[in-house]
């Protein structure tokens, strides 16, 4: 009789255990998506990219014709070197105008000492100080339109090299790499397709970490805190489960409806509160497997 109550106490426990309350929330699980267009227009030259393959970050995984982007740079280059070939070399070309101050000076010494001496008159004295004045004063002009001349040919070569950066941006931007490490999860265009900036080329999905979205009832917002550990039941169907341990990431600010495809604790709760549960996927989680929670 005793062992008979026993099992009949078992029973009760079980069928009370797989009841709707098993899991405080449930919901769906999801990963950290990006798709990855494309920044550059012209045709797809390749795309080695696979649904399920692994992705590192910063693998090259497709190209876009480069071809007139490449051509252009190679104008820019020489439209740069032809204009640095343009800037005077000012020592040299003042060099004369010097020369041609001192010999000035020289013959002004020259008549002033004669001068002096009673060999000669003030007049020719005042022509050689004119003489010199002049020059003086033409070296500064054509010291200052050289320096004017070689600051906007500074100005040109600058303007040309930022051209030059441009495109090489550009002939970046036209190799289609992975923004993060991942799982294709979806491709949306094939080698020889033209595309344009925007053009959606694949989605990828970090696998590693999965998040299990719930949805938990005012009266539970009291019981979870970011940074909180709690069990996580994986529901594979057919009555196949698997448990993990799961963090608490994030909590909505806000409430809303509840979805109608989410029980909670309480079906009867209109507003709920979104919440993310970050899990260490061991290769068995999949987008959109159902799960719960269970707050400790």
């Given at each position: 009789?005793?062992?008979?109550?026993?099992?009949?106490l078992?029973?009760?426990l079980a069928a009370?255990s797989?009841?709707k309350?098993?899991?405080?929330?449930?919901?769906?699980?999801?990963?950290?998506?990006?798709?990855?267009?494309?920044?550059?227009?012209g045709k797809?030259?390749?795309?080695?990219?696979?649904?399920?393959?692994?992705?590192?970050?910063?693998q090259t995984?497709?190209?876009?014709?480069t071809?007139?982007l490449?051509?252009?740079?190679?104008?820019?280059?020489?439209?740069a070197r032809?204009v640095k070939?343009?800037r005077?070399?000012?020592r040299?070309?003042?060099?004369?105008t010097?020369?041609?101050i001192k010999?000035?000076?020289?013959?002004r010494?020259?008549?002033k000492r004669l001068?002096d001496?009673?060999?000669?008159?003030?007049?020719?004295?005042?022509?050689?100080?004119?003489m010199l004045?002049?020059?003086?004063?033409q070296?500064?002009?054509q010291?200052?339109t050289?320096q004017?001349?070689?600051?906007?040919?500074?100005?040109?070569?600058s303007?040309?090299?930022i051209?030059?950066?441009?495109?090489?941006?550009?002939?970046?931007k036209c190799?289609?790499?992975?923004?993060?490490?991942g799982?294709?999860?979806?491709?949306?265009a094939?080698?020889?397709?033209?595309?344009?900036?925007?053009?959606?080329?694949?989605?990828?999905?970090?696998?590693?970490?999965?998040y299990?979205?719930?949805y938990?009832?005012?009266?539970?917002?009291?019981?979870?805190r970011?940074?909180?550990?709690?069990?996580v039941?994986a529901?594979?169907?057919g009555?196949?489960?698997?448990?993990?341990e799961g963090?608490?990431?994030?909590?909505?600010?806000?409430?809303?409806?509840?979805?109608?495809?989410?029980?909670?604790?309480?079906?009867?709760?209109?507003?709920?509160?979104?919440?993310?549960?970050?899990?260490r996927?061991?290769?068995m989680?999949?987008?959109?497997?159902?799960?719960?929670?269970?707050?400790?």
């Amino acid at each position: 009789m005793k062992t008979i109550s026993t099992i009949t106490l078992l029973f009760i426990l079980a069928a009370c255990s797989g009841g709707k309350d098993k899991y405080d929330a449930t919901g769906t699980f999801e990963t950290t998506e990006v798709v990855v267009s494309a920044e550059a227009s012209g045709k797809l030259l390749y795309m080695n990219v696979e649904e399920g393959m692994k992705l590192q970050v910063g693998q090259t995984v497709g190209m876009v014709d480069t071809v007139q982007l490449y051509l252009k740079k190679l104008q820019l280059e020489a439209n740069a070197r032809s204009v640095k070939g343009q800037r005077p070399d000012i020592r040299k070309q003042i060099a004369a105008t010097q020369e041609q101050i001192k010999q000035a000076e020289r013959e002004r010494d020259r008549i002033k000492r004669l001068l002096d001496a009673d060999a000669a008159n003030r007049k020719q004295l005042d022509d050689a100080e004119s003489m010199l004045q002049v020059l003086r004063k033409q070296l500064v002009a054509q010291n200052s339109t050289l320096q004017n001349s070689d600051q906007s040919l500074s100005w040109q070569s600058s303007s040309v090299d930022i051209q030059v950066a441009q495109v090489n941006d550009q002939l970046t931007k036209c190799r289609v790499c992975a923004p993060i490490e991942g799982t294709v999860l979806a491709q949306y265009a094939e080698a020889g397709e033209f595309v344009a900036p925007g053009t959606p080329l694949f989605r990828l999905g970090n696998m590693e970490q999965m998040y299990l979205r719930v949805y938990i009832t005012s009266e539970q917002l009291a019981d979870v805190r970011l940074g909180q550990i709690v069990k996580v039941v994986a529901d594979y169907g057919g009555g196949q489960q698997r448990e993990y341990e799961g963090s608490v990431t994030w909590i909505a600010d806000t409430s809303e409806f509840t979805p109608k495809n989410i029980l909670t604790k309480d079906e009867r709760a209109n507003l709920v509160y979104a919440v993310k549960v970050a899990v260490r996927n061991d290769g068995m989680l999949k987008i959109g497997m159902y799960g719960g929670i269970v707050l400790p």
